[in-house]
Every structure is written in structure tokens, then in C-alpha cells.
């Protein structure tokens, strides 16, 4: 019946129409007693009233605790600053990887950090290299002190060419009688890949190259002066796989190498050369594997 009301309603009949209201308001009350229409709107109200009670309620609970990360949270943030002055060989030995070379320190009066500084006294044609043991660097930056030697007593790099310049098919012994390059070991994952940027004396030049199963690749190359028996600061910054040089603080190259974008860092020397590092600096935020050391 009530929808039979609501349909004359719709039907638009003027004079029924003031009649609707009062009869459904005479079957509801014959129909449902008054005691369900008392029970229906309590119902009906008690969402509106838990509504406006919810704050006060919330109010008397106990704090509750909240994690801010998940045991499951594969990765965690860790920031690393490492600073190596090399002042006696006890000290900073535990914590680096020789990987060719013999590397000591010496005294030296005018090394940055003195009395002490780091060289490698091995004479072979290679790169020998020593990395830091304590995992793989992604973004980072190192930076070190380094000082070109001289051959006996000369003042000038003996003529040659660098080992970054001869051919393939060329006898290193006879392409250059000695090498004047050192610096910073970067991306390092094995003897044939790395990538490092060294200073040379000999080409006054810093070169950023690459190591891998097929030979050595420079990846670029910058004029600047080196002179022997003089200290530079030479720092590398690495983010994503972009590499920038600085020397003396001053930024001198960039580039972008994508087929290593991590890996351990250090030191190298090229071939013979004679040098002095020191102040040896890392900073980092890497991110690691959770549980792995």
C-alpha cells in the first residue's frame, strides 16, 4: 500500500497529494508499533552520538607504540666517514687489502700529516693497489694527499711516454723507461676491473681510466700541472655513475662510466713509480643489505 501511495504521489495529483503525508503516517502506526519506531531512531541516532564520543574515547587509552621500520626492511641507511693519517703501521694495516705492491710507511717531514706517509716500494710494471676492507661504496667521495718522486736525483720526469699512451702491440720496457702517476683506486671488483683516477707527472695530466680483461681504457684525460717533489690533494667524487675529479679542490674532470657504478676503494701507484700518500679520506652514505657485514 505505501508503494502505492508513493506512485499517486509521483502521479502529481494536487489534491491527493495533501492527503499522502497523513495517510502513511495512519498504516506506519497500525502497522509498526510505537515501541519499534522508538527503537528505530535510538538506532538510528547512536552512530552521530559515537561519532562525537570517539575523541574523548581515545583520549583514556594507553600510548600505543609505533615502529618506524619493519624487521622486513631489506635495506638499512648507513652513513661512514673514515679518516687515515698512516702514522704507524699497526694502525691502519688491519683495515686495508693489499692487492699487489709492498706498501710501508715511511718518515717524511713534509707530508700534511707528519712524520709519516704511505709508498709503494715494489718495482714492477702494473698497478699495485691496496683497498680499503670495509665493503662496497656506491656514493661516495675519497680524497688523498700524494707526492710525485723523483728517480735519483733528477728534477724532471725522465722523457717517455705514459703507460696511458702506448699501443697494445708495444714493449712497455721500451715505450717508457719509468713511470711518475699515482692516486685513487675506485670501483674496485677484481685485478681486471676497476676504474681509478691517478695524477701523472710525466703527461701533466690527471686521467680517469678504466681496468677490465681487455686492457686499460681512459675515459678521460685533463692538462694539469704536476711538478715532482710538490704534495696535491686529489679527490673523486662518485654518485650514480657519475665521477667527478678535483685537484687541489679545483674541479677538473667529469664523466659517466655505467658499466661499474660500485665496488671497493683505495690507492694505486702505476708501474715504477716513487710516491708519497698520505691523509687518506672516505665519506660515505651507502646503502647495505640488512645482516650483512
Given at each position: ?136 661504496f656506491y656514493d661516495f ?57 691517478v695524477l701523472d707527472a ?69 708501474g715504477t713509480t716513487r ?19
Amino acid at each position: 500500500m505505501l508503494n502505492m501511495l508513493r506512485i499517486l504521489r509521483t502521479l502529481g495529483n494536487p489534491g491527493r497529494a495533501k492527503l499522502l503525508p497523513a495517510l502513511e503516517r495512519s498504516i506506519l502506526a497500525r502497522v509498526i508499533p510505537p515501541r519499534l519506531l522508538i527503537r528505530h531512531r535510538i538506532c538510528a541516532a547512536l552512530p552521530y552520538c559515537l561519532t562525537a564520543l570517539l575523541p574523548y574515547c581515545l583520549a583514556t587509552l594507553p600510548p600505543i607504540p609505533l615502529a618506524l621500520r619493519s624487521p622486513q626492511t631489506p635495506f638499512v641507511l648507513q652513513s661512514m666517514v673514515m679518516y687515515f693519517e698512516f702514522d704507524a703501521e699497526d694502525q691502519w694495516r688491519p683495515m686495508w687489502v693489499t692487492v699487489s705492491g709492498t706498501w710501508q710507511t715511511v718518515a717524511d717531514s713534509t707530508a700534511p700529516s707528519p712524520p709519516y706517509a704511505l709508498t709503494q716500494t715494489a718495482r714492477y710494471l702494473d698497478f699495485p693497489k691496496i683497498y680499503l676492507d670495509q665493503g662496497e661504496f656506491y656514493d661516495f667521495q675519497a680524497e688523498v694527499a700524494l707526492k710525485i718522486l723523483p728517480f735519483d736525483q733528477e728534477t724532471q720526469p725522465r722523457p717517455g711516454r705514459s703507460v696511458f699512451e702506448i699501443g697494445p702491440e708495444e714493449v712497455p720496457e721500451v715505450a717508457y723507461p719509468a713511470d711518475y702517476a699515482a692516486g685513487l683506486l675506485l670501483r674496485y671488483r677484481g685485478p681486471f676491473s676497476f676504474v681509478a683516477a691517478v695524477l701523472d707527472a710525466r703527461t701533466q695530466a690527471v686521467y680517469l681510466f678504466r681496468m677490465s680483461t681487455a686492457g686499460v681504457r681512459v675515459l678521460g684525460r685533463q692538462a694539469v700541472p704536476v711538478q715532482l717533489n710538490r704534495w696535491y690533494r686529489l679527490r673523486a667524487v662518485c654518485y650514480l655513475d657519475q665521477i667527478h675529479l678535483y685537484v687541489d679542490g679545483q674541479p677538473v674532470l667529469f664523466r659517466e662510466e655505467r658499466r661499474l657504478t660500485g665496488g671497493r676503494a683505495g690507492l694505486l701507484t702505476v708501474g715504477t713509480t716513487r710516491a708519497h700518500l698520505d691523509d687518506f679520506r672516505i665519506s660515505t652514505e651507502q646503502v647495505r643489505e640488512a645482516g650483512r657485514d
